[in-house]
């Protein structure tokens, strides 16, 4: 073999100097490629050299995929957990966050999709009985549901359908301002929540006719509400009625200036003995309870966990408003709600006050009485006052702010509400 002649069998390591001499290998080489021999030993070279390029190839997979995927690197147990960065509501790591909106949103999605098919298949139903006529069933009964969070207009819905001959007016709760004088509902005043629930108001909303379930103050939030009522929705659609389950939200601003205002108009103190904030969520989640570890604790914006579970608190109140309510409206829709109520009714309208849209042919039926309104000038409210009492519950109403906003969307976008806007 010529002097110039590299032989390929021999391994890459020390095969040359830098001079370009051959250099022969070292610490017992020679040995070892002669117990192997030469052709073997080349092969066991080139695998040994493989072995450690396909190491720093998965090194530097690992160390990426942990640089630009984290999330992605703990699920498949290969880094560890982020350190979390608490923001105003303890957003954990971002990339998890991001994963878990864009979940929410495609759920969201899809819960809206349903609604707009079903809509759809109302109005084709509807529009296919009008045109034929033939075939029509009556329903057994029509329910519903409607979940009165305090002062958002819901005590002029009830007073409304409560005048009214063919509405039955069901209530579900418990205070201490139902009197023996009110009827059947002071009876189930002190029971538990289950027997007035499973007892009184189920068999009364089964039977034929219009009812108006109204729950209020005293009883479950939707938290454990939602279960009770898609169970009772299944139950009713099966016996033949139609459902409808609707609640009422305000600016939150707006509504803890009037409740503040209302409590020491009925001789009671101000908000601040039990006011905890985001009055809203905290009802629409838990009625009377109001606060719940967990769930929605007391101090919301306190330390860390305390501010992860205001976040999902307000998923879960989101949740909530779009998966259990047929129809969300804001107080500002408040009439239009109320004749919407009406459509669903099928209720003959109050002919001394009825009157058409100008821009729409929908019929609009007497306004609403408003129950429980103030006049804050009477009250000793001066703009003074009003700036002094908004400016005190700007701070504490971050999360119905935000739930306020998605219920105003909602409103805005429902169809039976647009059709009887003035």
Not at 90 to 117: K, N, Q, S, W, Y
Not at 254 to 270: A, E, I, P, Q
Not at 306 to 328: H, P
Request: with cysteine; net charge negative; aromatic share 6%.
């Amino acid at each position: 073999m010529s002097a110039g002649h590299v032989d390929e069998r021999q391994p890459l390591i020390g095969r040359v100097e830098e001079s370009g001499a051959h250099r022969a290998p070292q610490l017992g080489e020679d040995a070892g490629r002669a117990k192997m021999g030469g052709g073997a030993w080349g092969v066991c070279t080139r695998v040994t050299v493989c072995a450690v390029a396909a190491m720093g190839l998965i090194g530097a997979a690992y160390r990426g995929l942990n640089h630009h995927h984290p999330a992605t690197a703990v699920l498949l147990g290969l880094g560890d957990v982020p350190t979390v960065d608490a923001g105003l509501l303890g957003r954990a790591d971002e990339a998890m966050h991001r994963a878990d909106e864009r979940r929410e949103t495609a759920r969201l999605a899809r819960v809206d999709a349903r609604r707009a098919e079903r809509r759809a298949g109302k109005k084709e139903s509807a529009n296919h009985d009008e045109s034929s006529n033939a075939h029509h069933v009556e329903p057994k009964c029509r329910l519903l549901f409607y979940y009165h969070v305090p002062k958002t207009g819901g005590g002029s819905i009830v007073r409304y359908f409560h005048e009214s001959n063919d509405v039955d007016v069901i209530r579900y709760e418990s205070t201490k301002y139902i009197t023996p004088a009110m009827g059947e509902i002071y009876t189930w005043n002190s029971a538990s929540h289950d027997d007035h629930w499973d007892r009184y108001v189920v068999p009364q909303a089964m039977k034929p006719g219009n009812h108006l379930v109204v729950e209020h103050w005293g009883r479950p939030g939707m938290v454990e509400m939602g279960a009770r009522v898609a169970d009772l929705r299944q139950k009713a659609e099966n016996a033949g009625c139609e459902v409808m389950t609707s609640t009422t939200l305000r600016d939150p601003i707006d509504r803890d200036v009037s409740d503040d205002v209302f409590r020491r108009m009925h001789g009671g103190k101000d908000a601040g003995i039990d006011y905890l904030g985001d009055e809203q969520t905290r009802f629409l989640l838990l009625n009377s309870e109001r606060a719940r570890d967990g769930v929605a604790p007391r101090d919301l914006y306190g330390d860390h966990r305390a501010r992860v579970e205001a976040e999902g608190a307000l998923r879960a109140a989101t949740r909530i408003l779009r998966d259990d309510f047929d129809l969300v409206a804001t107080i500002d829709d408040l009439e239009a709600q109320k004749d919407a109520f009406v459509d669903f009714f099928k209720l003959e309208r109050r002919t001394k006050d009825v009157k058409k849209s100008a821009e729409t042919s929908a019929e609009k039926s007497e306004p609403l009485g408003r129950e429980h309104a103030i006049d804050y000038a009477k009250e000793g409210i001066d703009a003074a006052r009003m700036k002094e009492l908004r400016a005190k519950f700007e701070r504490s109403n971050d999360l119905d702010k935000q739930l306020y906003r998605i219920a105003a969307e909602m409103s805005a976008s429902d169809e039976r509400l647009d059709r009887h806007r003035a």
